[in-house]
């Protein structure tokens, strides 16, 4: 299965040059937040491929106008073809806005999941907007990873987590894939192919 991850950015070689072969060989899009939902809905309307989603800090407008044709993965596990995604957007608190959470927001988010990964038998894949902690995050509040991402991690040991919110193209030097124990952190801001 090849998977198409997105974030932060639109990219014009998609949103002004779209090409449908681009996304021949393209299984899945997948959304790990701020972009905007007219994208989103191009991404699905123009290819067919199913597109999910995750909320990134700069997504409040969602509520109202969420993408059209596209499945919002939030706070859920969501299978395709086998792979269990588990979905958990917003960022670190830095003002008031939707989309964002303390960490002890964040842990209960994760606990309120158990459930679903345990009858699930697991997770394989890991969708969040804000990194984990010390994995490809930033000093700045906003940009802080979460902890609470850490003990989910060592826990399931999912093949992989994928994360926006830290763009790349503002620090060329931020790392674009890490590895914590068994799991690949992959920094999707912009775009990103991934093999499973």
Same mark, same amino acid.
């Given at each position: 299965m090849k998977i198409l991850f997105i974030a932060d950015e639109e990219w014009e070689g998609y949103w002004d040059y779209f090409r449908k072969e681009d996304f021949a060989e393209? &299984?899945?899009i997948v959304s790990c937040g701020d972009l905007?939902?007219? +994208?989103l809905s191009f991404l699905a309307t123009m290819t067919s491929i199913p597109v999910l989603y995750v909320h990134g800090n700069h997504d409040d407008s969602y509520e109202s106008e969420p993408p059209e044709g596209c499945i919002c993965i939030e706070d859920d596990i969501f299978e395709y073809?086998?792979?269990r995604l588990l979905g958990l957007g917003g960022c670190h608190r830095y003002k008031e806005g939707k989309n964002q959470y303390t960490e002890k927001q964040m842990q209960r988010r994760i606990r309120r999941v158990t459930r679903q990964i345990r009858r699930a038998g697991g997770v &394989?894949?890991?969708l969040t907007h804000a990194p984990a902690a010390g994995l490809g995050d930033d000093t700045d509040l906003a940009h802080r990873g979460f902890e609470a991402f850490l003990p989910l991690l060592d826990r399931w040991h999912p093949a992989v987590m994928v @994360?926006? @919110?830290v763009h790349r193209s503002y620090r060329p030097s931020v790392p674009r894939i890490l590895q914590y124990g068994e799991t690949r952190i992959i920094n999707a801001s912009g775009? +990103? +192919?991934l093999d499973l």
């Open positions: 393209i &299984d899945l905007k939902a007219s +994208y073809e086998g792979v &394989d894949l890991v @994360h926006g @919110h775009k +990103y +192919y």
